[in-house]
């Protein structure tokens, strides 16, 4: 059974940092890409970030270029988001999913397996 675990979530102040982890059980990802969404209550869940199989390529939203990274360990199985310089605007559950292809992609609909989210809050 496929099982993604996000950790890092928390209260932080408008300017700080959070790093958050994807952990991923029950295969080895290491041939698909991953990334990260996100979603606050009434509005549908967008793009953050994401990663190709190897890590050599990383596409993101036009919202956090500049301040959110994020890497990957194909031995842990995981992905990371690092996130600089954080806005109130950034406030939203965050979600780590796997893709059914090996290249970065933004849709929503090509990630085939999800994690139970994590909370970001930025207090301003």
């Known amino acids: 059974q496929v099982q993604l675990v996000e950790s890092g979530g928390g209260l932080v102040q408008t300017g700080g940092s959070l790093t958050l982890s994807c952990a991923a059980s029950?295969?080895?990802?290491?041939?698909?890409?991953m990334g990260w969404f996100r979603q606050v209550p009434g509005k549908e869940r967008e793009f953050v970030a994401t990663?190709?199989?190897?890590?050599?390529?990383?596409d993101y939203a036009d919202s956090v270029k500049g301040r959110f990274i994020i890497s990957r360990d194909n031995a842990k199985n995981s992905v990371y988001l690092h996130m600089n310089n954080l806005k109130p605007e950034d406030t939203a559950v965050y979600y780590c999913?796997?893709?059914?292809?090996?290249?970065?992609?933004?849709?929503?609909?090509?990630?085939?397996?999800w994690g139970q989210g994590t909370q970001v809050t930025v207090s301003s």
């Open positions: 999913a796997i893709a059914g292809q090996s290249l970065v992609t933004r849709i929503l609909s090509h990630y085939d397996y």
């Open positions: 029950g295969r080895s990802f290491s041939n698909s890409a």
């Open positions: 990663i190709s199989w190897a890590g050599s390529t990383t």
